[in-house]
């Protein structure tokens, strides 16, 4: 069956510290990944998708296909970073996303 | 505002009684997704609508869920004779390009 793990609930680290937002999936098709955030109080937003291959905010993914990981990372932490991070898939050619359970993630000053 | 939607934001209401919540999507999506969003257990999908297409209904959790799309726009969700654990927040979000954009949500709370 179709399934994104995230594995932490919580992360927490101190500004500058890198960060490392661990997703993995299950899919036997060819799937796209999404990293969706939710910052407090505000609703669900976009931050980035593998095929885009772009940095948001200083954030990066990379699907990695053998791992079946599309973990989430930055090299330095901002406190304004702190929000809930949901890693997505969709299916082939459909519009579907299931996502993983969140991780929130706490940049401490 | 071109955003998705939702209302009301806040509803309360008792076990047993029947909710309506709606989602107006943005103008010319296609596609549209109902999720539920709870405390340990992140994002659930409930169900998914594309264009004039059977919707998947997989994610329901019960016969006490249902929802429709009229006329290809706005969508309601209905829970029959809710109970306690149905509380949460109820997502919508549509889509046109494979990229959904959520809505605020509606915070569902059974007393």
């Known amino acids: 069956a179709q399934r994104v793990t995230q594995p932490e609930k919580l992360l927490s680290v101190f500004k500058g510290a890198p960060v490392e937002l661990k997703c993995n999936y299950s899919?036997?098709?060819?799937?796209?990944l999404f990293w969706y955030v939710q910052y407090s109080r505000q609703r669900l937003q976009l931050l980035l998708r593998?095929?885009s291959r772009e940095s948001i905010k200083g954030f990066t993914a990379d699907l990695n296909k053998g791992e079946t990981s599309f973990h989430l990372k930055k090299p330095f932490a901002q406190e304004e970073d702190s929000a809930m991070y949901y890693c997505?898939?969709?299916?082939?050619?459909?519009?579907?996303?299931?996502f993983g359970t969140g991780t929130r993630l706490q940049v401490f000053p | 505002g071109a955003g998705v939607s939702q209302s009301p934001s806040n509803k309360v209401t008792e076990k047993g009684k029947d909710v309506e919540l709606r989602c107006d999507p943005i103008?010319?999506?296609?596609?549209l997704y109902w999720y539920r969003q709870s405390l340990g257990q992140g994002l659930e999908f409930l169900i998914y609508?594309?264009?004039?297409?059977?919707?998947?209904k997989s994610g329901l959790p019960s016969d006490r869920f249902s929802a429709e799309r009229t006329g290809g726009s706005v969508s309601t969700l209905t829970i029959q004779r809710t109970q306690q654990e149905d509380s949460a927040v109820y997502l919508c979000?549509?889509?046109?390009?494979?990229?959904?954009?959520f809505g605020p949500g509606t915070r569902l709370t059974v007393t």
């Open positions: 979000a549509s889509s046109s390009t494979h990229i959904p954009y």
């Open positions: 899919y036997s098709g060819s799937p796209e």
């Open positions: 593998h095929i």
């Open positions: 997505a898939l969709s299916f082939y050619n459909t519009d579907k996303l299931i």
């Open positions: 103008s010319g999506h296609t596609a």
């Open positions: 609508f594309q264009g004039n297409s059977a919707p998947d």
